[in-house]
């Protein structure tokens, strides 16, 4: 019903900065909240950031003043840019979108993951 792709993730060394896309797109008439969860290898999935219809936005301790979450409500898009990254952001970052479709039944779709690695 409602897919979600994402782009922007790779390698980047220790300080350096990474945007990170998500595109929705299917049978969409709302998008309340928008958000990005990561999960390092042998740990759970974790909240990263989440930003709500009103804009309101919410940050895991760990990335506050380094990362920021937007959306763009005309192209259905979220967005996280992350700066200053450490080794400890190393993960796969999966995007999360909540919201109301066309037939006016409820979505909670998930992204494939884009890899991030922080390393020298």
């Known amino acids: 019903q409602v897919q979600l792709v994402e782009s922007g993730g790779g390698l980047v060394q220790p300080g350096g900065s990474l ?7 299917g049978s969409i008439f709302s998008i309340n909240t928008m958000g990005w969860y990561r999960q390092a290898p042998g740990k759970q999935r ?21 990362f920021a979450i937007s959306r763009d409500r005309a ?38 993951g884009t890899q991030v690695t922080v390393s020298s």
């Open 75 to 112: 192209k259905n898009t979220v967005y996280l840019q992350m700066n200053s990254l450490k080794p400890e952001d190393t993960a796969v970052y999966y995007c999360n979108m909540v919201g109301v479709t066309t037939r006016y039944s409820p979505y909670n779709s998930w992204g494939q």
């Open 19 to 25: 945007r990170l896309s998500c595109a929705a797109s």
């Open 46 to 66: 974790e909240l990263v950031a989440i930003i709500s219809s009103t804009e309101i936005t919410n940050y895991a301790d760990s990335v506050k003043g380094r």
